[in-house]
């Protein structure tokens, strides 16, 4: 049996496909980064000294 020609739906259906992993890569990549800056996230306020120096206007 002979290597067939691969067929034209088949490159399209690669295309698709190696597409919609991307986006999915993306979007994994997103919430890691978000779900990294959540934990990190530092409030000033609780360290000692560390209240923010606002400036009222009259």
Do not use: W, Y
């Not at 994994?28 to 306020?45: E, G, S």
Request: proline share 2%.
């Amino acid at each position: 049996m002979g290597i067939r020609a691969e067929h034209e739906i088949h490159t399209r259906r690669r295309g698709r496909n190696l597409g919609v992993g991307l986006l999915l890569a993306a979007f994994v990549v997103l919430v890691m980064a978000l779900t990294f800056v959540k934990i990190t996230n530092i409030d000033f306020n609780d360290l000692p000294g560390g209240e923010l120096q606002t400036q009222e206007s009259n």
